[in-house]
């Protein structure tokens, strides 16, 4: 119902456009989310935002250099990443959720995830 896709191999200082389909049943009034997880790492969080398409939000890490954003004609979240970093390593997940809180536990609904390599 969720699938990620757009990952590849970047250079450090590139840029990369993850995009997640959304099928199978409607997501209104839910709040989609990107989050990653790195090697040996936790899944955290990255970047949310209102099925309506407002109140996006970020993690620290990912401020002011992603943007999350919405087609509704396509159904589709995408994920707008520049200046990529080596630290931005990771397989990054698309998910949805019907709480107000965007938590790793909490979403209701996970895509498989896309890898996207930082090089140095």
């Known amino acids: 119902q969720l699938q990620a896709s757009g990952g590849g191999l970047v250079q450090a200082g590139d840029s990369q456009r993850l995009s997640c389909e959304a099928s199978?049943?409607?997501?209104?009034?839910?709040?989609m989310a990107w989050f990653r997880q790195a090697p040996g790492n936790e899944r955290e969080f990255v970047a949310a935002?209102?099925?309506?398409?407002?109140?996006?939000f970020y993690s620290d890490s990912v401020r002011g250099r992603f943007t999350i954003s919405k087609d509704n004609a396509k159904n589709m979240v995408n994920l707008q990443m520049n200046s990529l970093k080596p630290e931005d390593t990771a397989v990054y997940y698309c998910?949805?959720?019907?709480?107000?809180?965007?938590?790793?536990?909490?979403?209701?609904?996970w895509g498989k995830g896309t890898l996207v390599t930082v090089s140095s």
């Open positions: 998910a949805a959720t019907r709480r107000v809180v965007v938590t790793t536990a909490g979403m209701d609904y």
């Open positions: 199978g049943r409607t997501f209104n009034f839910y709040q």
């Open positions: 935002i209102r099925w309506s398409g407002v109140s996006p």
